[in-house]
């Protein structure tokens, strides 16, 4: 849970702007064999480190659903001989945003910080991963937000959609579960739990560290000793089961007294190493993932009034994959809405793209990819992203390379091969009229 402190400077907020082109990595191996990327930029007295342990969400244990997330929401609650109210000081003090995220798949870290703070912002940061508190009171008043941010999400249509969506698609497999888990296991967790999943899981083989900003080599391979050199040298050993999305045409149905029903759709996927991807990636810009320039949009939002907005997205996971879509329309049009959706599922599965969608969908991937690197914390979060996925570190050179390659018949293929309106599992919370849950 990333602290964000609302007088932090300006400053701390520039983009680089920086074209994709003109970034050089660099890989640092601290003595102690640390490694990180690091991409240097002293134009503003900023530094960013963004960090990823693997093994996230997906390894709580049975009936401890949402403990990764408590401890990444308690590791910045005092650390050493600071207490939760003494470090929270100190990071107000110096201007230093610090948090921690968990995912279904990883466990991550940030800091951000101006460079004439910056001793103080590693140790801290040190102290959080190292030597966390979880001190009684602290962990208490997290666990109580936790439960109320429950309750509200049990309200909440997107949420609700969500949460059965995945149960649906991963039945029987951790990806199935709540991510901030149920009141029920929220309540069970016990400080012990917190402390073992620190020594088990944050270790140095299964961590990734990106840098970026004003911090040279050297700089920074004493600070990967000093901020990760306590850790053990390995995590416990953990296997998660690779699991084919149980897509089925079927459609849940959760009845809520709300004006517009939420729809969320999808089906299994691919993952983010097959060699189908950038295809995949291609063909789903222009079914749902190109904001105004898709179809799901044209057919759903502009031509017929249905929903203010519907798209796409592949959901690569590090053992299944997923291509998810969703909207919301006024519960006596859900019928329609589904009906036009899977048309264009089944249209883009049996005809593909035309030759000026796919010429106009590279033109808009690789003009706009030089977007992403827009400020230190995003470049440092991709090239996290890029060594989890073991792409290379030339991998922002040659990507937009990977785009132009793809051909329409590729495309076409993937379409084929991954799209079937049969197939979809659909959820939707509200009052549709006359759609009728399947068995």
Request: aromatic share 8%; hydrophobic share 40%.
């Amino acid at each position: 849970m990333t602290r964000y402190l609302s007088f932090l400077p300006a400053l701390l907020f520039l983009v680089i702007a920086v074209p994709a082109k003109a970034i050089e990595i660099k890989e640092v191996v601290s003595p102690k064999g640390i490694k990180a990327w690091l991409v240097e930029d002293h134009a503003n007295p900023i530094v960013t480190l963004h960090f990823v342990f693997r093994g996230g969400i997906a390894l709580d244990p049975a009936g401890k659903e949402g403990l990764a997330n408590l401890v990444a929401s308690t590791l910045d609650e005092g650390g050493g001989n600071l207490t939760s109210q003494k470090f929270q000081r100190k990071l107000e003090d110096k201007a230093i945003s610090l948090g921690f995220d968990a995912s279904r798949d990883g466990f991550s870290g940030s800091l951000r910080t101006l460079t004439r703070n910056q001793d103080t912002a590693f140790d801290l940061m040190r102290l959080a991963v190292t030597k966390p508190r979880f001190d009684s009171e602290a962990v208490e008043r997290i666990r109580n937000q936790i439960m109320a941010g429950i309750r509200r999400n049990s309200e909440n249509p997107q949420r609700i959609a969500a949460h059965n969506f995945y149960l649906k698609m991963f039945p029987n497999h951790p990806y199935g579960r709540p991510s901030d888990g149920s009141l029920e296991s929220i309540r069970v967790i016990k400080l012990v739990d917190l402390k073992l999943f620190v020594s088990q899981r944050l270790a140095l083989d299964n961590l990734i560290i990106s840098a970026v900003g004003d911090i040279t080599p050297g700089k920074l391979k004493t600070v990967l000793d000093q901020i990760f050199g306590a850790l053990p040298p390995k995590a416990s050993p953990w296997k998660i089961t690779e699991i084919t999305p149980q897509s089925a045409n079927s459609t849940v149905v959760i009845e809520k007294s709300i004006p517009q029903s939420v729809i969320l759709f999808g089906q299994a996927g691919i993952k983010r190493n097959h060699p189908d991807f950038y295809a995949a990636y291609v063909m789903n810009y222009v079914l749902g993932g190109g904001g105004f320039e898709s179809r799901l949009y044209e057919e759903i939002r502009e031509k017929r009034g249905l929903a203010y907005s519907a798209y796409s997205y592949l959901y690569p996971l590090d053992h299944a994959g997923l291509i998810i879509g969703g909207t919301s329309t006024a519960n006596a049009r859900v019928n329609e809405t589904l009906s036009v959706l899977k048309n264009e599922w089944r249209r883009m599965s049996q005809k593909g793209l035309t030759p000026e969608e796919l010429k106009d969908a590279k033109t808009y991937l690789t003009g706009s990819y030089a977007l992403r690197f827009s400020s230190s914390q995003r470049i440092a979060r991709m090239m996290t992203g890029i060594q989890l996925e073991k792409l290379g570190i030339d991998y922002i050179e040659k990507r937009n390379g990977y785009i132009q390659s793809v051909t329409l018949a590729h495309t076409n293929r993937v379409a084929a091969k991954l799209l079937d309106p049969n197939n979809l599992t659909t959820v939707i919370v509200g009052k549709p009229d006359g759609v009728k849950a399947t068995p």
